[in-house]
């Protein structure tokens, strides 16, 4: 394999910067999907919704077959 050939690829790679996600980018995102599941679950616990769920698990549970 020509080590030249090697070479160029990694200072090519070198200089298009990082592909990845950083630490902080990490932690951003984290927190991001934190408060996501966090408004998630106020929503599907609110009483609306529960009682929505809760008459359409009777309506289902009462159904003829």
Excluded: N, P
Excluded at 35 to 51: C, D, M, N, P, R
């Amino acid at each position: 394999m020509d080590m030249r050939w090697w070479t160029r690829v990694r200072c090519r790679a070198a200089a298009a910067g990082e592909a990845g996600m950083t630490t902080a980018e990490y932690a951003v995102g984290t927190l991001a999907a934190c408060a996501l599941a966090a408004v998630l679950y106020k929503v599907v616990t609110s009483g609306a919704v529960s009682a929505a769920l809760q008459a359409l698990i009777e309506k289902g549970l009462h159904a003829a077959f």
